[in-house]
């Protein structure tokens, strides 16, 4: 028969499979008896073993006497012995009710010759004193009919076991033996036993007969070669068999996948349609007729999506999926559509440690896995998640280190000199110094956080893999820079991150980019020292002062916050004022009327009396009010006259020696 994707399977009926000549002799007379007009008809004991073809025969008439002891009631009709044959005994008393019967009951012996040929052998060579030894099944009707015909009885034995003890009893009793089998024995076994014999001083040739029935010995042979030969065997026949028992032992030494059934009915059971070359071989009770239906099911039987999937054949190394259909602590069973299931252990499953398989995956998940072993010794199929995730994780490294893929996985713990991430099961190193573009003190903070990273080293016969986050921060910060240099212009207002902070500015991240804002471009103000006023992530608004080529000036001195801005109206000659002495030189006092506005008291507008230095009457702080008694807009210079608040001529503005104001203009550049 044709299959899907172009298999052919086999169906190979055994010639020797079915009734062999005995039986079907015997149940032929018992049809063609029922057709007849001698009824009623009896067999002594159902014709064969088949509970079919004897539910048949009831149908047409035919009744089976269970035992001797039901002859008591039989006297007209037919009585048929079947091919078993029956003892001595019974045998007689079935000649004299036939003679008795006066015509009314008529005897059909339809026992088989072949047993009939052991009949009179053993009955022969019992009466000529040999003690005969019977290799067989003491419950067989076969076996207690020729024993029957045994005077002074026989020994039945079925293992070598049994057949040491028979022998050496009846060398210590000097005993003559005769060896005989039932027709349906094992012939290998009765030739183990003729040796055990031959072992114990018995001559094989002249006290064994091999009484085995040639239809038993070929359909045997032929049921070892063609279970051989099969992926699969069906053995037909009866429970109550002993022959078809026999037949399925044998088969089943050369096939593991031997089945037996009964009928057509039984092959449902059966994974038999997985097979492509199935023999089929039947007890010798088993009619002609159920071995053609077995044989015309099994050629029909619709394959489908079933048998594509059941003709499924896998290989160690081959990658399989499968549908979760159990899950235990420490092991995962798969459907992977095999004649076997596939299993998963838990040191399998993944490189992570895992308490419980349980915690992880659940009835109804789908699975990819590695074929380990295709049979583990218990018919199931090992399977590996972590060997396929393991090397499918090393091929996307390998492609993500040659092609420069930027990945992205989670921090599985901070080691000692680094990070350890874990992509797919494959553990990647990145190194402290390629972990940031910046100096990272500690890295915890990066523990369970998802980052993205390169691979910049890939040796996996030394396992070793090693990510970069670095130079992944620096190229995209460049990107962002160049972006931002394409675009920025002077005056533009941003909001930035204060990098580092010196006693002379503030580096600032404007996006990309790095801008000094110095010192005094802080504050209107007087900056003692920027590290007063910022630390590194502190975030500021700024704008761009200058740019040249890539060094960024900034500047935090909007015009709007301009204290000289409306200078003229709030610090006109005349105006009295209050503020803090900000510093002192030798010459006077420059004291702070407003924010960025600092104003000159000259030492001789400190007071009336003469004052040598301006620390003599004065401190840095102290707060003081004084007339403004000179405004100059455009050098941005006041001067300041406590002397003034009680002296009307001293309105007029001091005059600063010369080397007052060289003094002042060197304190101002030393300021900026
Ligand atoms: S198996 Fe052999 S001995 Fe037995 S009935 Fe069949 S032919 Fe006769």
Same mark, same amino acid.
């Given at each position: 028969m044709s299959v899907p994707g172009g298999a052919q399977r086999k169906v190979i009926v055994a010639k020797s499979a079915g009734f062999c000549f005995g039986v079907q002799r015997a149940v032929d007379t018992v049809y063609k008896l029922s057709e007849g007009e001698h009824e009623p008809v009896y067999t002594l004991g159902p014709i064969i073993h088949n509970e079919q073809v004897v539910a048949d025969l009831a149908a047409r008439g035919v009744s089976v006497l269970e035992s001797a002891e039901d002859l008591a009631g039989v006297t007209r009709g037919t009585v048929v012995i079947r091919s078993h044959g029956v003892p001595k005994s019974v045998d007689d008393r079935l000649r004299e009710m036939e003679a008795a019967s006066e015509g009314k009951l008529r005897v059909v012996d339809a026992t088989c010759p072949f047993v009939k040929k052991i009949h009179k052998i053993v009955y022969e060579r019992s009466r000529a004193g040999a003690h005969i030894i019977l290799c067989g099944d003491e419950k067989h009707p076969e076996v207690q009919g020729i024993t029957g015909w045994c005077e002074g009885g026989a020994t039945v034995i079925s293992t070598p076991e049994e057949a040491r003890i028979a022998a050496s009893e009846a060398r210590a009793k000097g005993e003559t033996v005769c060896l005989a089998a039932q027709t349906t024995f094992h012939y290998t076994k009765f030739k183990d036993i003729v040796e055990i014999f031959r072992e114990m001083g018995y001559n094989a040739s002249d006290s064994a007969v091999n009484t085995i029935c040639n239809a038993t010995e070929e359909r045997q042979t032929e049921a070892r070669s063609l279970a051989k030969a099969c992926d699969a065997m069906v053995v037909i026949g009866s429970a109550s068999s002993s022959n078809t028992r026999k037949l399925y032992e044998i088969a089943a030494e050369e096939c593991a996948n031997t089945y037996y059934v009964q009928s057509v009915r039984d092959l449902d059971r059966t994974p038999l349609h997985t097979f492509r070359c199935v023999g089929i071989t039947a007890g010798a009770s088993t009619p002609r007729k159920i071995i053609e239906e077995v044989h015309e099911i099994m050629d029909n039987m619709e394959f489908d999506q079933m048998l594509e999937e059941s003709f499924k054949t896998i290989r160690n190394g081959e990658v399989v999926e499968g549908t979760v259909i159990g899950v235990k602590e420490d092991e995962i069973a798969l459907n992977i559509g095999y004649k076997a299931d596939g299993i998963i252990t838990k040191s399998e499953y993944s490189s992570q440690p895992i308490a419980d398989? /349980?915690?992880?995956?659940?009835?109804?998940? =789908?699975?990819?896995?590695?074929?380990?072993?295709?049979?583990? !010794?218990?018919?199931?199929?090992?399977?590996? /998640?972590?060997?396929?995730?393991?090397?499918? =994780?090393?091929?996307?490294?390998?492609?993500?280190?040659?092609? !420069?893929?930027?990945?992205?996985?989670?921090?599985?713990?901070?080691?000692?000199?680094?990070?350890n991430v874990v992509v797919d099961d494959c553990r990647v190193f990145i190194p402290a110094s390629l972990v940031s573009d910046v100096y990272e003190k500690d890295l915890t903070k990066f523990q369970d956080q998802e980052i993205e990273f390169r691979i910049t080293e890939y040796n996996p016969r030394k396992r070793r893999v090693i990510g970069n986050r670095k130079q992944l921060l620096l190229e995209r910060r460049k990107e962002k820079s160049d972006a931002l240099m394409a675009t920025l212009k002077e005056g533009d207002i941003l909001d930035g991150v204060v990098k580092n902070v010196t006693e002379f500015g503030a580096f600032v991240d404007i996006g990309g980019v790095d801008g000094l804002l110095h010192v005094s471009e802080i504050s209107w103000g007087r900056i003692e020292n920027p590290k007063k006023l910022f630390k590194p992530g502190d975030t500021v608004r700024v704008f761009v002062k200058s740019i040249n080529g890539t060094k960024i000036a900034l500047s935090m001195k909007f015009e709007d916050q301009n204290p000289w801005y409306d200078a003229a109206e709030r610090f006109a000659p005349g105006t009295i004022v209050t503020g803090r002495v900000a510093r002192m030189t030798a010459f006077g006092a420059f004291v702070e009327i407003a924010k960025g506005v600092d104003a000159l008291l000259h030492v001789s507008q400190i007071s009336r009396n003469r004052v040598e230095q301006p620390s003599d009457v004065l401190s840095v702080g102290q707060e003081i009010t004084a007339k403004i008694v000179d405004f100059n807009p455009e050098d941005h210079k006041i001067s300041l006259s406590i002397k003034a608040l009680t002296d009307n001529t001293a309105e007029e503005p001091a005059e600063e020696p010369a080397e007052a104001e060289a003094e002042e203009a060197k304190a101002e550049s030393e300021e900026a």
């Open positions: 398989l /349980r915690t992880a995956v659940k009835e109804g998940d =789908t699975l990819s896995a590695k074929v380990i072993k295709v049979n583990d !010794g218990e018919g199931q199929v090992l399977l590996s /998640r972590r060997r396929l995730n393991s090397e499918r =994780t090393s091929a996307l490294l390998q492609e993500a280190f040659e092609q !420069g893929t930027v990945l992205t996985a989670k921090v599985t713990n901070v080691v000692d000199g680094g990070l």
